[in-house]
């Protein structure tokens, strides 16, 4: 995860954490999707084009953010370098971000832009300081919404669960938090802005990818997220984050990975 050559470019490369995923490397053009991930798209030289649907009109700027859920399509094939970060909505940095959040897409200002790209750029390398610095620079704050307590007690334990999380039954999660499945479901629901399964195909999502980033094959993170094959996995790469799992796989190779310790990045929910 370097910062090469004398225009400073990002040499391709990932970062994961529990609460997302960051990706760099040459830009290229999204299909229309949509995914739970909140997603932040800077574009490190040049210019980028978003657009919520197909039917809208693309708008060039920088950088976007987009909310959780929402439908988009990004098109950075002629930015050289390009900053993908994948949020988990629910973590204390996706809610912070999401919370002053009144559109599908947010479209950054240019200065901010600029500030953006010194930050990232100023040391010779990329470090876990130099990203979490970004972050809190940039999107401290926000008025967080709170979890209910017994749904926050749940998502830490699934996201520090070890098992197949595709076995994870309604009963059990209900069970876990003192409650029926019918008022877990609901509970969850409304806390977390998303249905249960949902949730839990995110969580596998993220899973796989940092599978990937730790220099898996696609089927070793396939079969270890609980999906049932690489097919299976690249259907939902597509469909949630708008790319495939060769994607990281091929900016491994020529990247120095770096995973983060759960307990040095994330902001659990209270």
């Known amino acids: 995860m370097l910062i ?13 954490w529990p609460a997302g995923l960051v990706v760099w490397g040459p830009g290229h053009r999204s299909s229309p999707h949509a ?21 809208q009109r693309w708008r060039t700027v920088g950088a976007v953010i987009v909310r959780p859920d929402a439908p988009h399509e990004v ?9 993908i970060a ?9 809610k912070a971000i999401g919370a002053p959040m009144t559109k599908p897409i947010s479209f950054v200002p240019a200065a901010t832009v600029r500030r953006w790209r010194r930050s990232l750029r100023a040391p010779a390398r990329l470090t876990e300081a130099t990203v979490r ?10 008025g967080a919404r709170r979890l209910d307590p017994r749904i926050a007690q749940v998502v830490r334990a699934l996201r520090a669960r070890r098992g ?41 999502a993220q899973r796989a990818a940092a599978s990937l980033i730790a220099g898996g094959t696609i089927t070793d993170a396939a079969y270890g997220a609980g999906f049932s094959d690489g097919a299976h996995l690249s259907r939902t790469f597509r469909r949630m ?30």
Not at 35 to 55: C, K, N
Not at 76 to 83: G, Q
Request: glycine share 10%; with cysteine; aromatic share 8%.
């Open 4 to 16: 090469a050559g004398s225009s400073h470019h990002f040499a391709n490369g990932s970062w994961a």
């Open 35 to 55: 995914h739970h991930a909140l997603q932040i798209v800077l574009a490190l030289d040049g210019q980028l084009r978003a657009r919520s649907s197909p039917a």
């Open 75 to 83: 098109d950075c094939s002629t930015a050289p370098s390009v900053l």
């Open 86 to 94: 994948f949020i988990e909505p629910e973590s204390g940095v996706g």
């Open 133 to 142: 610095g970004w972050f809190a620079s940039a999107f401290a704050g926000g």
């Open 164 to 204: 197949d999380l595709g076995r994870v039954s309604l009963a059990q999660l209900a069970a876990a938090a003192g409650l029926s499945p019918s008022r877990f479901a609901h509970l969850f629901s409304a806390s977390v802005g998303i249905p249960v399964r949902r949730y839990l195909l995110w969580l596998r």
């Open 241 to 270: 984050f708008g790319t495939a799992p060769r994607d990281i796989v091929r900016r491994q190779a020529s990247a120095r990975d770096l995973v983060i310790d759960a307990g040095t990045t994330e902001h659990r929910p209270s």
